[in-house]
């Protein structure tokens, strides 16, 4: 029986090694991790995160031929595939701080693997890295090697969250990257093998590795670039009274640019879009192309413009100040159908109120209170490392309160702000949140979720992003 090890049992390993096993069960797959908290966690009933249909996959093979331990080395010894899945975070300290990507993780891994090997190895980058890291871990584990063979793969994960397993059962593309060698060839093919047991031959793409990894890179580049192109034509809208649904639509019904990712928001967040964009960026600093770097870096500026345009349009909108007043939070996490908050618009946009004084009480379906006041409290990129490694108790801020339902959220409020587009706050009464609301009682949508007009028509002073603005906003000055 092949046995693959996958080192970092996260929203990557987890997912993706649970599908591989569902779907080979021929093949015999371990998930290791450094944290006891997660293991223990994919072996219970309480996966550790939220992802539609990941708990039935789990169930199904768990026991069977996928299985999550914390026996690190016993399992990468005995593996012949070994994945690596862990932290990539954005440096916080020394050279590149708040751009290069800290290998940190990577390395210890990748040192592991060359101390406790005692067979040849295919080990596969599954984490995003920076161009050029299969040198670097070539270079770690052959120092050393006893006389064992390492082949290095680049196979970047292409799946994004609360979509997971359907984007693992049905990807658009596999990517392999391999040395061009008959050794690399060979282990090019061996992992092919695995992918073929359900993607079409035709969709799994094999190319050089550097190929590879800059086309991961390259990929969330693009994806994150559509959202601040609309976003920023968001702001158009709101200055000329065009309607960015309309906009959006029209320019997507263009079959060369077609539809997708094209939804206005108060900013994307997520573990990886500024992350490898901050890499990418650091990538064409050190290659000497600082006219590249800055084109990306612009992906990233207009997107903390959205979430500062924002909180401004709140504080002006509520007589430039929303001190002492109570702004109700609907949703928290970076996007619907998953409990994941790293870097989320709604923790700047908490930060820029509580920053001019508000009470906020947050609601989301997936998110718990300790999550949320962990967020709050966490420097910028510390997010990012694994969870022991995380403050236990950290300082609660207290002028958040977190609360299990949107009503409770609301009531007493004089503002509500809409930051992740659960399906269920289309739903909500929101004549019966308006009755029980300060008023005059404002809605700010950062997510185009509710009907503007038909909210205006409850009462409300409603302000969505880039939609035609109420006259109540007209007036006030343009803020940015
Ligand atoms: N979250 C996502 O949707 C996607 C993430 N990626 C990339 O995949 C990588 C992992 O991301 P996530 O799964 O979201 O991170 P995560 O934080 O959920 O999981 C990483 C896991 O690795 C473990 N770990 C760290 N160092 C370790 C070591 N030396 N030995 C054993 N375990 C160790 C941590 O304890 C943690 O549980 C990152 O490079 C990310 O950019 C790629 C595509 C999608
Ligand atoms: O490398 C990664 O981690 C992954 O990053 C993204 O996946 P993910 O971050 O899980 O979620 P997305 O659906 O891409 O959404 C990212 C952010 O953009 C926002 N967004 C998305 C689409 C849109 O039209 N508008 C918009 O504001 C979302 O609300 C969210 O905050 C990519 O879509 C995945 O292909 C990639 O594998």
New binding site residues.
Partial sequence: MVKICC???????GPTMAVIALKCPAIEVVV????FA?INAWNSDQLPIYEPGLDDVVKQCRGRNLFFSTE?EKHVQEAEIIFV????PTKTRGLGAGKAADLT?WE??AR?IADVAKSDKIVVE????PVKTAEAIEKILTHNSKGINYQILSN??????GTAIQDLFNPDRVLIGGRETPEGKKAVQALKKVYAQWVPEDRILTTNLWSAELSKLAANAFLAQRISSVNAISALCEATGANIAEVAYSVGKDSRIGPKFLNASVGFGG??FQ??ILNLVYICECNGLPEVANYWKQVIKINDYQKNRFVNRVVSSMFNTVSGKKIAVLGFAFKKDTGDTRETPAIDVCKGLLGDKAAISIYDPQVSEDQIQRDLAMNKFDW?H??HLQPLSPTTVKQVAVTWDAYEATKGAHGVCILTEWDEFKELNYQKIYDNMQKPAFLFDGRNVVDPEKLRAIGFVVYAIGKPLDPWLKDLPAVA
């Fill in positions: 080192i970092g049992a996260g929203y990557v390993g290791v991790d450094i944290s997660r690190v899945s862990v932290n990539t993780y210890s891994a592991m599954k984490s995003t890295v970047p994960e292409f799946l994004a969250e573990s990886c992350k490898d990012d694994p969870i």
